[in-house]
């Protein structure tokens, strides 16, 4: 069974109104994609390919319900009632993961005023998961690694994990749904036709939000893998973070496998800022192995860094009213344990609640 993403999504861009179209077709062109000053292109759809999406229990999932638009002005914003953000961080001292720290030992920054903590855990919480797999012509024989690699860091994982398998070529396709059974989501990564260009920053798009939409854990995750540089979305790369940070969106773990001679310095150059913008945005890594032997000792390191962050959660002290991306910083300082190096998601976007929704509420 097998799903190009269909959900769509409504933001706006700094100074753009996005078009909002009620059915959209996959990326087929190549070529760059307009700035992000310019009109959204149209997001990535989701059609059915084959037989209906099924759940764990055998029967048929239904479609999932398009997420309330509203028009302000003349563009179009998607609103949900998020009040805390929430915030996974993982704390390293050198390479070292640091797992002893104490909410007090936190200081959390948003747009350079101290925030204050409400929230903090420190166990290793259920995650969904979502594995996004280049499937493009150049990964055939790359495949069977990587798809050991990637059940391995599943196996590696909390067993209440729920994970879903995407591969991507010049389109993006679910090839196993939400699932915590290792041998689904063998077979949906057993889903090989390696062939067309590389999609990659719908891919993410898409799979951010079937994240946010679909996802019942309460961290979310992207493991994306691929051998090259897009060259065949609609979205470029800065539209693709502005979206994942817009959803309050997933931490990505990119694996780039640029070694070998299929591509030029230059284009080396270009996939590897890419991934490593993707996931330092996102509070994630960026790894790049140097041979397809290394990939699961790094889906091993993926494994045991989402098992053992820290969750902090605050309320804003700005108003969600005041509109535009917040930076946020986060610094950790304990006696005894030297410099400490806090890796979360640089910020966000605020989701403000719509009087509509408001009243709804008090209901």
């Given at each position: 069974?097998?799903l190009c993403?269909?959900a ?23 070529g ?10 149209a ?17 048929a ?10 028009k302000?002005?003349s ?7 998020v ?17 002893n720290?104490?909410k007090?030992?936190f ?5 350079g005023?101290k ?7 420190h166990?290793?919480l259920?995650?969904s ?7 493009s ?12 690699s990637?059940?391995?860091l599943?196996l590696?994982?909390?067993p ?6 995407v591969n991507?070529s ?22 090989i036709d390696?062939?067309?260009?590389t999609?990659?920053?719908?891919a ?7 994240l946010v939409?679909d ?6 995750v ?11 979305s609609?979205?470029n ?15 990505i ?9 299929e ?8 996939a ?11 509070g ?22 989402v ?5 902090l ?13 917040r ?8 006696k ?13 976007f605020?989701v ?11 209901k």
């Amino acid at each position: 069974m097998r799903l190009c993403n269909n959900a769509i999504f409504a933001a706006l861009l700094a100074g753009a109104a996005l078009t909002l179209t009620a059915q959209q077709t996959p990326a087929t062109q190549n070529g760059g994609a307009p700035a992000a000053s310019q009109a959204q292109p149209a997001t990535p759809s989701l059609t059915v390919d084959r037989d209906p999406v099924r759940s764990p229990e055998g029967e048929a999932a239904p479609a999932t319900p398009p997420a309330p638009v509203n028009k302000e002005g003349s563009g179009y914003v998607l609103r949900t009632d998020v009040e805390e953000v929430v915030l996974n961080a993982t704390v390293l001292s050198g390479s070292q993961l640091v797992e002893n720290l104490t909410k007090d030992d936190f200081q959390v920054l948003e747009d350079g005023v101290k925030q204050t903590l409400i929230s903090f855990q420190h166990t290793d919480l259920p995650v969904s998961i979502g594995l996004v797999i280049d499937n493009s012509g150049s990964m055939y024989k790359k495949r069977p690694s990587v798809n050991k690699s990637a059940l391995d860091l599943i196996l590696a994982s909390n067993p209440q994990d729920e994970a879903f398998v995407v591969n991507f070529s010049d389109e993006a396709f679910i090839d196993s749904e939400f699932t915590s059974e290792p041998n689904k989501l063998k077979d949906g990564l057993a889903h090989i036709d390696s062939r067309g260009g590389t999609a990659l920053y719908d891919a993410v798009v898409a799979s951010a939000d079937k994240l946010v939409e679909d996802g019942k854990r309460p961290k979310q995750v992207l493991v994306l893998i691929t051998d090259g540089e897009d060259n065949a979305s609609t979205l470029n790369l800065e539209q693709t973070i502005h979206r994942v940070q817009e959803l309050s969106g997933p931490v990505i773990y990119s694996i780039g496998l640029l070694f070998g001679d299929e591509m030029s310095r230059a284009e080396v150059r270009h996939a590897r800022r890419a991934l490593e913008m993707l996931s330092t945005e996102t509070g994630g890594m960026a790894f790049f192995p140097k041979s397809i032997e290394e990939v699961d000792q790094i889906a091993a390191e993926v494994a045991r860094d989402v098992r053992s962050q820290y969750t902090l959660g605050y309320r804003s002290t700005k108003p969600t009213s005041v509109p535009g991306f917040r930076r946020v910083e986060v610094t950790a300082e304990a006696k005894g344990m030297g410099k400490l190096t806090v890796r979360t998601r640089t910020g966000y976007f605020p989701v403000v609640k719509t009087a509509k929704k408001a009243a709804e509420g008090k209901k």
